[in-house]
């Protein structure tokens, strides 16, 4: 019996640099925008006396969170998405001959 040829890539694998960047690249855009559209709306002074008005919290750390919490929310989007698509020939491999 005859041992089945080498998965077939269709690419070689990324550098991990670019890899990193295809994640968290686009969802740095779309963390800004995110933000920008919240707090368009959103006072964080407001939000803070809502939720922990015990809070020592300024205007500008709440923006500086608010964004980081949107990157973290679209990075995972954006990882997701990069794992779903990765080809299968690299994880579909045939079983060792016993």
Do not use: C, K
Not at 1 to 7: F, G, H, I, T, V
Not at 54 to 72: H, I, K, N, S, V
Not at 78 to 92: E, Q
């Amino acid at each position: 019996m005859s041992r089945p040829p080498d998965p077939y890539y269709d690419h070689p694998p990324r550098p991990l640099a670019q890899r990193l960047g295809a994640v968290l690249w686009p969802s740095f855009f779309s963390a800004g925008v995110s933000t920008m559209v919240f707090f368009a709306f959103v006072d964080p002074l407001l939000l803070r006396d809502m939720t922990f008005p015990d809070l020592p919290l300024t205007r500008e750390l709440g923006y500086t969170a608010g964004f980081f919490m949107f990157w973290l929310a679209t990075a995972g989007s954006s990882l997701f998405t990069w794992i779903l698509l990765r080809p299968a020939a690299r994880f579909n491999r045939a079983l060792p001959p016993e």
